[in-house]
């Protein structure tokens, strides 16, 4: 009874915002309309999926469309090909919008999904030996979360004031003449085939079996590594106010989700509220 009376407040509240937006005149697709969420592929995808039962309670639809680029949910928002996105933390957003000039922009968050760096032959960093590879993103702001997880795995040593975007070119020290390749972020689960550890994030490390409590070195909430692994979701700017989009996020706020989350994910994977 208990769990049934949550779901239905959830489903009232959505269809109450639903209803309160609409009556304030804000300029939308039609609520009948389904909403097309982006995610890259993997457990993200199951968490919008359960926001989007709730979603539907309360006379929402939303359509749940997984990428297996990281590159493609931006391009698709750009071109209206989907309404809402829910996949990057702010900063690899902010590099997209650099790069691409998107006008894309972030929303609330929504989950907490530290990565670690995994090896399938030492059990600690400090056994991988001199000369070894070890593998991180190519795209530049996961580059730069994933040097730092080194660095705290005591393997190399960037650049004082090397900041949040820094790469290869800040490694101040290295003193196992580590090789250091850079790898699409899909592939590095498979790399650990050929490197002695990589930097896998908490989607492609979920979809291979890999368990961020066995991880050489895990990434933990300090004030200024968190927002690297706090996801956003993001609108195109003209329409972030599309009533649906904000009963979407409302729904995947609801303590559905939240408990689907926590009891799923066994800790890897947090809300942010």
Request: proline share 5%.
């Amino acid at each position: 009874m208990r769990v049934f009376k949550a779901v239905r407040n959830a489903a009232l509240a959505v269809a109450g915002l639903l209803t309160i937006i609409a009556s304030e005149g804000a300029v939308a697709q039609p609520a009948d309309t389904p909403l097309k969420v982006g995610v890259s592929a993997g457990p993200y995808g199951d968490i919008l999926r359960e926001a989007a039962k709730v979603a539907a309670k309360g006379e929402l639809k939303a359509e749940i469309i997984e990428f297996t680029d990281w590159n493609q949910p931006n391009a698709a928002l750009q071109a209206g090909d989907i309404d809402l996105n829910n996949f990057q933390h702010r900063f690899y957003l902010a590099n997209q919008i650099k790069a691409r000039n998107y006008q894309i922009v972030a929303l609330d968050e929504s989950i907490l999904v530290p990565a670690g760096i995994y090896s399938k032959t030492y059990a600690k960093a400090a056994d991988i030996p001199d000369g070894a590879k070890i593998a991180i993103p190519n795209d530049p702001t996961n580059a730069a979360r994933a040097l730092y997880l080194f660095q705290k795995a005591g393997l190399i040593t960037l650049k004082a004031g090397a900041g949040l975007d820094a790469s290869v070119l800040d490694v101040a020290s290295n003193p196992r003449k580590l090789q250091i390749v850079e790898i699409d972020a899909a592939q590095l689960p498979r790399s650990l085939d050929d490197v002695a550890a990589a930097f896998v994030s908490s989607n492609y490390a979920y979809l291979a079996g890999l368990d961020l409590r066995k991880a050489l070195v895990a990434e933990t909430a300090d004030a200024e590594m968190k927002p690297y692994f706090t996801l956003v979701f993001a609108a195109r700017a003209d329409r972030k106010d599309d009533p649906r989009i904000k009963a979407f996020i409302a729904a995947y706020r609801s303590q559905q989700v939240k408990d689907f989350i926590l009891a799923k994910f066994n800790g890897t994977i947090l809300p942010t509220c």
